[in-house]
């Protein structure tokens, strides 16, 4: 099986392809940017990214998005926000 990742960043490619060759899948990066609307949460954004890729190149494609919140201070920065 091969699969589209659509990311930006070289060693997230890296870790993804890494982790998928020991099941057997193999995946191609392709550099693309695209809107993110980062109110929304992190699954939300990369399945809609996902969803909006897959008809823009006519192929299946996967997607991630990521994030670092701090329980101890509920969950901030939250979804909306790009730096601390």
């Given amino acids: ?3 589209t990742f659509i990311t930006t960043n ?4 890296t870790e993804v392809k ?5 099941y057997g899948v193999e995946i191609e990066q392709v550099v693309m940017e695209y809107p993110e609307d980062k109110e929304k949460e992190m699954a939300e954004v990369a399945a809609e990214s996902a969803k909006h890729l897959s008809k823009k190149l006519n192929k299946p494609v996967i997607t991630e998005d990521t994030g ?17």
Avoid at 10 to 13: A, L, Q, S
Wanted: charged content about 20%; glycine content about 10%.
């Fill in 68 to 84: 670092l919140y701090f329980k101890a201070y509920n969950n901030f920065p939250g979804g909306g926000c790009d730096a601390l």
């Fill in 18 to 22: 890494a982790v998928l060759r020991n």
């Fill in 10 to 13: 070289k060693y997230k490619f």
């Fill in 1 to 3: 099986m091969k699969l």
